[in-house]
């Protein structure tokens, strides 16, 4: 196994066999997380980026079958921000030192282009050394396109699992694999920093799909790349699926480090719903970015899309003094900067 990671280390990649028999493996965790991590020193020292979540909307038009929000669930109570609501959040956000807004929302179609690009370009007229970051799910190129101009720099969409057949089984028939595929790459085109992604551990799911998600991600070369547990929500159809669990999701963070050496990696929050210190080992395995969350407090536990959701009490201020002491308390630092992606090529990492 050592063999595995050693070449994982030296080459950037594996082959599908070794790459199976590492996620399948234990014993070896201990050294992976080890790799990932000097990977990680090399390129962002210490430093943790912080990302200020704004959750936007809770109103979806879709129904992904793993999802706490999703249109058919009758008992999540339903809230949208206003302007004025998004606003106060950077500027709380601003004055913690974020210089990176993450609008985050389902698919809601009261925010036409129109209303999302006065929102981005207010937001960028108002905190020009700021990054703005869109996460609304799949949109035309020409909305795309809208944002870019209006100044959004980055964007965010999960790929979910980049197997058309688990895709199908994630997801209601209306909702198609090449379409979200074809989002990312246009987002890619259009020139985004561009985030993709994939649950671990979400029902159906096979080591094979988790090498298919590796070789997406190798094809589209995203800038960021989220992985959190599948966690189940008591009102949706995988009700009662078991969660993906930690050691899983920390041993492909790592190899993630290994194979994208620069790439933006969250210790997503859903981590740390499923183990107590869950983005700290996050951190140690390799990704190095956190989001707390900038939402207005009285909204925070209706953004549910999954059970069980941490840091929904919290004002912003507490959220990123919590996670300052949780990121030092493992010898790493919160950092004020807009946390870019450093982009380099393949062939020149070590
Ligand atoms: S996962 Fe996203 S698109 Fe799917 S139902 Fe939830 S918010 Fe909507």
Not at 221 to 235: L, N, R, T, V, Y
Not at 252 to 275: D, K, Q, Y
Not at 290 to 306: A, D, G, H
């Given at each position: 196994m050592k063999k595995i990671i050693d070449k994982l280390f030296c080459t950037r990649d594996a082959d599908d066999v070794e790459l199976k028999e590492l996620i399948e493996s234990s014993g070896y965790d201990n050294y992976l997380y080890e790799q990932a991590e000097s990977i990680r020193k090399k390129y962002y020292g210490t430093d943790v980026y912080i990302r200020g979540l704004i959750e936007i909307s809770n109103y979806c038009k879709n129904n992904c079958y793993y999802c706490g929000i999703r249109a058919s669930n009758i008992n999540a109570d339903r809230y949208r921000l206003s302007k004025d609501d998004i606003l106060s959040c950077c500027k709380s956000g601003y004055q913690l030192g974020f210089r990176t807004f993450v609008m985050q929302g389902g698919e809601?179609?009261?925010?036409t282009d129109e209303i999302i690009c006065d929102i981005v370009s207010s937001i960028k007229s108002m905190y020009p050394d700021c990054a703005v970051t869109l996460s609304l799910g799949e949109k035309s190129y020409e909305s795309y396109l809208a944002y870019y101009n209006a100044g959004a720099d980055r964007y965010l969409l999960r790929h979910e699992t980049a197997n058309d057949d688990h895709y199908r089984k994630l997801h209601p028939?209306?909702?198609h694999p090449e379409n979200r595929k074809k989002c990312l790459f246009d987002l890619n085109r259009i020139g985004y920093q561009t985030g993709s992604g994939f649950m671990v551990g979400s029902p159906f799911q096979t080591t094979e799909n988790l090498i298919e998600d590796i070789r997406f991600l190798q094809e589209l070369q995203p800038a960021m790349i989220g992985i959190g547990p599948f966690i189940s929500h008591k009102d949706t159809p995988f009700k009662q699926y078991t969660n993906g669990s930690l050691e899983l999701c920390l041993k492909m963070l790592s190899i993630l480090r290994l194979i994208f050496p620069t790439v933006l990696l969250p210790a997503t929050t859903a981590l740390g719903t499923i183990s107590d210190n869950g983005r700290e080992l996050g951190i140690k395995a390799g990704a190095n970015v956190v989001m707390p969350n900038l939402s207005p407090v009285k909204y925070r536990k209706l953004y549910e899309i999954y059970d069980n959701k941490i840091c929904t009490g919290e004002e912003a201020a507490e959220c990123k003094f919590c996670l300052q002491k949780r990121m030092s308390s493992i010898g790493y630092n919160i950092v004020?900067?807009?946390?870019?992606f450093i982009k380099t090529t393949t062939t020149n990492f070590n």
């Amino acid at each position: 196994m050592k063999k595995i990671i050693d070449k994982l280390f030296c080459t950037r990649d594996a082959d599908d066999v070794e790459l199976k028999e590492l996620i399948e493996s234990s014993g070896y965790d201990n050294y992976l997380y080890e790799q990932a991590e000097s990977i990680r020193k090399k390129y962002y020292g210490t430093d943790v980026y912080i990302r200020g979540l704004i959750e936007i909307s809770n109103y979806c038009k879709n129904n992904c079958y793993y999802c706490g929000i999703r249109a058919s669930n009758i008992n999540a109570d339903r809230y949208r921000l206003s302007k004025d609501d998004i606003l106060s959040c950077c500027k709380s956000g601003y004055q913690l030192g974020f210089r990176t807004f993450v609008m985050q929302g389902g698919e809601d179609n009261y925010f036409t282009d129109e209303i999302i690009c006065d929102i981005v370009s207010s937001i960028k007229s108002m905190y020009p050394d700021c990054a703005v970051t869109l996460s609304l799910g799949e949109k035309s190129y020409e909305s795309y396109l809208a944002y870019y101009n209006a100044g959004a720099d980055r964007y965010l969409l999960r790929h979910e699992t980049a197997n058309d057949d688990h895709y199908r089984k994630l997801h209601p028939e209306n909702l198609h694999p090449e379409n979200r595929k074809k989002c990312l790459f246009d987002l890619n085109r259009i020139g985004y920093q561009t985030g993709s992604g994939f649950m671990v551990g979400s029902p159906f799911q096979t080591t094979e799909n988790l090498i298919e998600d590796i070789r997406f991600l190798q094809e589209l070369q995203p800038a960021m790349i989220g992985i959190g547990p599948f966690i189940s929500h008591k009102d949706t159809p995988f009700k009662q699926y078991t969660n993906g669990s930690l050691e899983l999701c920390l041993k492909m963070l790592s190899i993630l480090r290994l194979i994208f050496p620069t790439v933006l990696l969250p210790a997503t929050t859903a981590l740390g719903t499923i183990s107590d210190n869950g983005r700290e080992l996050g951190i140690k395995a390799g990704a190095n970015v956190v989001m707390p969350n900038l939402s207005p407090v009285k909204y925070r536990k209706l953004y549910e899309i999954y059970d069980n959701k941490i840091c929904t009490g919290e004002e912003a201020a507490e959220c990123k003094f919590c996670l300052q002491k949780r990121m030092s308390s493992i010898g790493y630092n919160i950092v004020v900067s807009r946390g870019d992606f450093i982009k380099t090529t393949t062939t020149n990492f070590n």
